[in-house]
Each structure stands twice: as structure tokens, then as C-alpha cells.
């Protein structure tokens, strides 16, 4: 007679024992019976609050990147290019002045271009301010030079400062620097307090899991009696205890993560149409999505070891 | 194989309950401990398979002095132990079959190795259609025959049962009683604490009388 337990199903069974490389990630997310109790009542909240660290750790990781990202891209941007700004004079032509400072700029070296902007298109610049209808022909409009420079063998900038200001008068050489180092370093602060909130949502999800961890063995303290008093090391029960926060974690993770990539397109649909304060146009370049999947692997590795950590620590002091 | 001299046990800062215990179970002895309720023969069982240690005395298992064994030794040592709890203490939220393969799995067993064995000795202790049951819907007599189950499952050195036929009717503490002396045949030493004389007198093996806290041996 064929055995109507064996029929049906295969269980009763533990977890799968036998796990092969593939089916570790599956077992990442179905999780798989635990001779500890799981945390019962506390499981879904736990998730939940889980989830939020994740959601706030994919939103900081996001910021941070991209906030770094536009950092280092106006690093190489501004450092790249420079502006000769030429006022308008009484002693020389406009045009002429431009010439002045246009053979200046040819024989120095380490420019790669140097193109002076039209009056139309300096008179387009000031328009969003002053209006088109007020720039009457005779208005007289600074001009402007804009040049590119070699990277990696830029010209003596104070140097060409100088002669820049000898070629015409009124005219003035603007590195950039100035605004350039102020708004690199308000990206750098932003992206290290993005770094620095990380760390904190990091330090708290560890905090909530040793603290359920512990409430966990101490709920479950006749069932680790037990098991030790029928031979089971630290290990064993360590082991049956993370397997549950890995669940945990990296489920929270995939949840948090998934609303945090959600939370980032939509900044980038509602900012479509410029830079929303520092983050780029697109909430978050493609090119970091695939940094946001590294949380749930990161919560899961986190939770894990808290857990494992804490689980040692707490039964040496129980039994 | 166990060998208890002069000790003596106490809770806190209580009085003793054991006092002056010394005895020796041989390999593949066969023993019952006996005594009036409260005498101490559970803090006895408690020693034997490590959950306490003793206030003074020397306790020596397979060899080794309990007393100055460090803490991750105790496991391989308790693996060789098996024991039937006074309450049982089978975990709620595993079913039947997993509290009984239970020691099996702890020692880094593959399910694959143990399953038809566990399932032959729960059919055998006449579990075999509650296997997929939680204790907590077990009746008294059935968790006591799992418990007993997961005692013998990994065919332990030596198996210490309290109170082992408390819940059961006189026939099934009897085929129960044959389980214990048939695995005490194989080669395990056996020492079960009752207060059911019938089942003392019946084996003529025997006795560790405890009475306030002091051991004698009869038989």
C-alpha cells in the first residue's frame, strides 16, 4: 500500500537541504521552515520597518551618487573652459577690442578654441532679464569670449589674466573659480551627508535587529533549551535564526529599494524639464540604478550578521 | 559511563536537594530511579544530561569531569544522551516527524539518510498517521511517545527518562518498557525515573532509590 504521507506532498519536510547555486537566491525570497520559531507576530512589522530603512538607504545612496556624479562633472566642465569678459570703452571699438584679446589668446598655448560670442547672441543671454525689445542697438552690451583649454596642459592662467587685461582695456579673464569651487563644495557636502544619513539608517536597521533578535531568543528561550539539551551548538541555532533575517532583510530591501527607484523616476518626471536642485534632471542617471540594487543585498548581509552576532553573544550569557 | 561521586546540588541559595549522590551506570546497564515526589530525582536527571551543575562533587560522563569542560563541549557529549522530558517539551511549531528527526538534523544529518528510519519508529511507536500533526493537537500519550521517540531516534549511549509511561495506558507503557529494553540489548545504557511500580517490578532490574535527597540502590 503506497504511504498517503508520501502521496501528498513532500512534506513534512525542514527547509530544502540539498540547495543548489540557483536555488540560493530563490531561497533568499521564499523563505523555508526554521526549527526557531520565526519571530511571529513581530515578522510583518519588522518587514515594514525594515523596508522604510531601505527605502531611506536607496534614497541617500541615490543622492549621493548623483549629487557626486554632477560634482565631478562640473569639476571637469568649469575647469575646461573659461570666459574673457570685455566691457564696453570709450577708447576702443567693441570689435576691436575683441581682436585685441583674440590675438592674445592665439599665441598662447594650451587653448584649444577661442570663440567670441556674436552681440546677438550676448543680447540672447540677457533677454530672459531685460526683454528683447530693450536692447536697442546702441545699448552697449559687454562681450564675451568664450574659450575651451587643454586638460591635461591648461595655459598660465594668472599670466594670460594679465595679458589678457593689457590687450584691451575693459577686458577681464574669468576662470570660474571662484563659483565653481563654491558650488563643488556645496555638492560635495551634500553628497557626504547623503554618505553620512546611509551610515546612520545602516547603524539603525543593525540596532532593530539585534534588539528583535534578542526578543526572539528570550520569547524563545525554552525551544534554544531544548534544542541545546539535545546536543545543538551556538552555530546550529545561529544559523536557523539568520536564516530568518535574511529573509527579512532582504525582502525589506527589495521592497525599500523598489520605492526608492520608484521615488527617483518620478523626481525625474516631475523634474523633467531641469535640474531639480542638485539632483539631475532624470531624479537619478540610469548609469546608478544598478548601485540601488546592491541594498537589498547589503540589508540582507546586515541583518544576517547582527543577527548571527547576536545570537552568539546573547547564548553565552543564557545557558 | 557515568559516574557520580559525592555529589551534592542546590538551587540558589537554597537548601540541598541532593545530597552525598554517588552511583555508577555501566555501559548497557538498565536502572530505574524511584522515590517520592519532590525527593529529586528530576535535579538528578537535570545533572545527568547537563542542563545543571553541580554545587560540589565530582560528575564524570564518558570519561570527562563535567566540572572543568568548557561550554562548547558539552554538545558531542549531550548527543549521546537522549532524554525523554517529564513535560515532554516538544517544540509547538514543527510537526511530529521534525521534532523527532530533530536530534538528527542537529548532528548535520541529510533528511535524505534519516527520513525512512523516522518514520518506521514513529509508526512503530504508533505515531505513524500523526506525523504531519503540531504536539499542541497531540494528546497527552501521544507527545509523551514522540517525546520518547526523539529521545531514541539517534540510538543515544545512554537514554534518561522521567517519567516515561506517566500519560499512557498500562498496555502501551508496557510496549514502551520493550522499546527501552530492546534498545538496552543494542548496547544503551537505560535509567527511568517512575513512580509506576508495575513497570519496576516487571523487569527486575535495578533500583536508585532517592528519598530526601539521598541515594540508595536496590536490587
Known amino acids: ?319 | 559511563m557515568i559516574r557520580f561521586e559525592n555529589v551534592g546540588m542546590r538551587y540558589g541559595m537554597g537548601p540541598e536537594v541532593l545530597r552525598d549522590v554517588s552511583f555508577h551506570l555501566a555501559p548497557a546497564s538498565f536502572h530505574f530511579l524511584t522515590g517520592p515526589s519532590g525527593a529529586g530525582k528530576t535535579s538528578l536527571l537535570k545533572l545527568m544530561f547537563l542542563a545543571n551543575r553541580p554545587s560540589r562533587g565530582l560528575i564524570t560522563m564518558f570519561g570527562q569531569d563535567i566540572a572543568t569542560l568548557p561550554r562548547k563541549e558539552l554538545p558531542p557529549l549531550r548527543r549521546r544522551i537522549g532524554v525523554v522530558f517529564q513535560e515532554f517539551r516538544l517544540l509547538g511549531h514543527l510537526t511530529t516527524y521534525e521534532n523527532v528527526a530533530l536530534p538528527l538534523k542537529i548532528q548535520g544529518k541529510r533528511e535524505a539518510e534519516y527520513r525512512a528510519d523516522v518514520e518506521e519508529l514513529l509508526a512503530w511507536v504508533g505515531l505513524g498517521d500523526r506525523m504531519n500533526a503540531t504536539p499542541p493537537t497531540l494528546s497527552g500519550g501521544e507527545k509523551q511517545r514522540a517525546a520518547i521517540a526523539r529521545a531514541v531516534v539517534a540510538q543515544p549511549e545512554v537514554l534518561l527518562a522521567d517519567e516515561p509511561t506517566g500519560n499512557v495506558d498500562p498496555e502501551m507503557g508496557q510496549r514502551l518498557l520493550r522499546l527501552f529494553v530492546e534498545l538496552n540489548r543494542l548496547g544503551t545504557s537505560v535509567l527511568i525515573a517512575t513512580h509506576d511500580r508495575a513497570l519496576v517490578e516487571s523487569t527486575g532490574a535495578p533500583e536508585l532509590v532517592l528519598r530526601d535527597g539521598r541515594l540508595t540502590i536496590r536490587g
Open chain 1, 1 to 319: 500500500m503506497a504511504d498517503p504521507l508520501r502521496g501528498k506532498d513532500k512534506a513534512p519536510t525542514f527547509h530544502d537541504e540539498e540547495r543548489g547555486p540557483a536555488g540560493a537566491l530563490a531561497a533568499m525570497l521564499v523563505e523555508t521552515k526554521s526549527v526557531m520559531p520565526a519571530a511571529g507576530a513581530t515578522g510583518m512589522s519588522l518587514m515594514l520597518v525594515v523596508a522604510a530603512m531601505c527605502f531611506l538607504a536607496t534614497l541617500a545612496l541615490g543622492a549621493a551618487l548623483s549629487v557626486g556624479g554632477k560634482a565631478r562633472e562640473w569639476t571637469n566642465d568649469l575647469s575646461g573652459s573659461l570666459t574673457v569678459e570685455i566691457k564696453p570703452s570709450r577708447e576702443m571699438e567693441p570689435e576691436e577690442q575683441i581682436d585685441a584679446v583674440m590675438g592674445v589668446l592665439a599665441e598662447t598655448s594650451g587653448i584649444v578654441s577661442a570663440t567670441p560670442l556674436s552681440r546677438d547672441d550676448t543680447a540672447a543671454l540677457l533677454e530672459p532679464w531685460l526683454g528683447g525689445e530693450v536692447l536697442a542697438d546702441d545699448l552697449p552690451l559687454p562681450r564675451l569670449v568664450d574659450i575651451r583649454i587643454e586638460g591635461s596642459a591648461p595655459p598660465d592662467l594668472s599670466a594670460l589674466a594679465m595679458e589678457v587685461a593689457a590687450a584691451a582695456p575693459g577686458a577681464s579673464l574669468d576662470t570660474h573659480r571662484q563659483w565653481q569651487s563654491e558650488i563643488v563644495n556645496a555638492a560635495r557636502s551634500a553628497e557626504w551627508l547623503a554618505y553620512a544619513v546611509l551610515a546612520l539608517v545602516a547603524a539603525t536597521t543593525v540596532a532593530i535587529v539585534v534588539f528583535a533578535t534578542r526578543a526572539g531568543l528570550s520569547a524563545n528561550r525554552d525551544v534554544v533549551e531544548v534544542l541545546h539539551l539535545i546536543g545543538a551548538r551556538d552555530n546550529f541555532i545561529a544559523s536557523e535564526v539568520q536564516r530568518h533575517f535574511l529573509h527579512l532583510g532582504f525582502r525589506g530591501g527589495v521592497i525599500g529599494a523598489g520605492l526608492g527607484a520608484a521615488a527617483f523616476l518620478l523626481l525625474g518626471l516631475a523634474g523633467a524639464t531641469g535640474d531639480l536642485y542638485l539632483v539631475s534632471a532624470s531624479g537619478i542617471g540610469p548609469e546608478y540604478l544598478p548601485a540601488l540594487a546592491v541594498i537589498p543585498f547589503a540589508a540582507a548581509l546586515v541583518a544576517v550578521l547582527a543577527a548571527r552576532l547576536t545570537v552568539f553573544q546573547t547564548l553565552e550569557s543564557m545557558l
